[in-house]
């Protein structure tokens, strides 16, 4: 090990020592999950159920099943946002055929079912594109391929 790294180390640990002093590790833990460090807004918390729900719903294509979505979700319009700039006028616009195809997607067959779960994931992002670009990488790995469709 040369002296550049040793260097590297004892300041390392030496932050990590005053740091560690000053925030108690409780509170520096606490809500890992949360992108926003005042704490997670309620439209971030309804977003991340309509992400488990749509994985939920990617997994049970496989088993030719589609899986119901709670009623929460009817509430995409009034929950707060994190910052009240977030929302443009098209807000509405985009949740209303999220919810369209989440009821397409629900009376799916096992003809349209793959179909019918993208148009759901494409429905996120297409509100994702104008409204928080950040998710959308983590968005477009919920898509599956449409090779059995025609
Ligand atoms: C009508 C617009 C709209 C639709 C539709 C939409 N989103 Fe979002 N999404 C947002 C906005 C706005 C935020 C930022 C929320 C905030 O900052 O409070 C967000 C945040 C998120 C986040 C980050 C949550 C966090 O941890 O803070 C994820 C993940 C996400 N959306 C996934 C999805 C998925 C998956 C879908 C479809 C099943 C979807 N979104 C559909 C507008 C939308």
Redesign the pocket.
């Known amino acids: 090990m040369n002296k550049i790294a040793l260097v590297f180390i004892a300041i390392l640990g030496l932050t990590t020592f005053i740091t560690g002093k000053m925030t108690p590790v409780t509170t520096a833990m606490a809500d890992t ?4 460090p005042n704490g ?2 309620e ?2 918390l309804l ?2 159920q ?2 488990s ?2 994985a939920e719903a990617r997994a049970a294509v496989a088993e030719k099943r589609n899986v119901a979505y709670p009623a929460a979700f009817l509430a ?1 319009n009034t929950a707060q ?3 009240d700039e ?2 443009n006028e098209h ?1 509405e616009g ?2 209303k ?2 919810l369209q195809m989440l009821d397409n997607y629900i009376a799916s067959t096992d003809e349209n079912r793959i179909k019918n779960y993208n148009a ?2 494409y ?2 992002l297409s ?2 594109s104008s ?2 670009p ?2 959308v990488p ?2 477009k790995k ?1 898509l599956l391929p449409e090779v059995f469709t025609d």
Do not use: E
């Open positions: 999950n949360a992108i926003n997670s807004s439209l971030s977003m991340r309509m992400h729900h749509a995409i946002p994190t910052d977030t929302k807000f985009f949740s055929a999220y759901v994931v429905s996120c509100c994702h409204h928080c950040g998710p983590k968005i919920l």
